[in-house]
C-alpha cells in the first residue's frame, strides 16, 4: 500500500488523531487528502480538500462519497467519548457511543467499499477495545464493537484485495484526553506508527506500549487482566 499518490479520505478531521491524519498524508505526497468533519470550516490543515460529513447520518454519508469518488484509502478516525458506564450512564449517551463507533463506521466503509478494491482501510480503534475501564463502559463496548467490525471487514473485503487496518493506542495528547494526567503519546507519534503499519501491509498496528500491554494481557484469565490492569493504572496515575 503506498500512500504517495493515493486519494484519502480522514473522517474526524478538524481535531487531534484527525487532523494529524490530515496533515501527516499531505506531507508523505497522497494526490488528494479529503478532510472531513461535521463542520468542515473548524478545518485548518492547508493542501486538503474539506468535506462535510456525520458519521451519523446516512444522507451525509452519501453525499460524502458522491464529493469524492476516487477514494482508494478510508481512515475512519471519526469519534466521541461520553464518559458513560453501560449500567448507571445516560442510555442516550450509550448510543450516541454505538452509533459514532460501530454504526457509522460501519456506514462509511459500506459506502466507499465499492471503490477501495486494491485499496484500504485504516480504523482507529483503541486498547480500551480489550479493556473495560470504570467511567468509559460505553466507549469500550463500543470500540470493542469497531474491532469486530473491522475483523469482519477484512474477511468481506478480502476478495476485492481491500487492506483493513486496525490502529490500536492508549491515550493520545490530544483534545479528548486533555482531562488526563497519565503518560501520553504525540498524535505525530501514533499517526506515523499508524501510515507506516498501513504502507507495510499490517492488519494491526499497536501504537504505543500500553497497547501492547493490553494486547498481551488478552491471553490471561479476566481476574489476570483486570488486577494488572488495576495496578498499572494506579501505577499511572500515580
Known sequence: MQINGANVLVTGANRGLGRQFAQSLV????AKVYATARRPELIDVPGVIPV????????????????????????????????AN???????????EMDTHFYGTLGVIRAFAPGLAGGAILNVLSAISWLAVDGAGAYHAAKA?????TNSARVELAA????????HLGAADTDMMAWYD??????????????????????EVLADTWSKQVKAWLAEDPS????????????LSS
Open 27 to 30: 506531507e508523505r505526497g497522497a
Open 52 to 83: 462535510r460529513l456525520d458519521v451519523t447520518d446516512s444522507a451525509s454519508i452519501a453525499a460524502a462519497a458522491e464529493a469524492a469518488p476516487d477514494v482508494n484509502i478510508l481512515v475512519n478516525n471519526a469519534g466521541i467519548s461520553t464518559g
Open 86 to 96: 453501560l449500567i448507571t450512564g445516560d442510555l442516550a449517551a450509550v448510543r450516541s
Open 145 to 149: 464493537a469497531e474491532w469486530a467490525l
Open 160 to 167: 476485492q484485495k481491500t487492506l483493513v487496518t486496525g490502529l
Open 182 to 203: 497519565g503518560e501520553k503519546t504525540a498524535p505525530a507519534v501514533i499517526v506515523a506508527a499508524a501510515l507506516d503499519g498501513l504502507e507495510a501491509g499490517h492488519t
Open 224 to 235: 489476570v487482566i483486570y488486577r494488572e490492569a488495576t495496578a498499572a493504572l494506579t501505577a
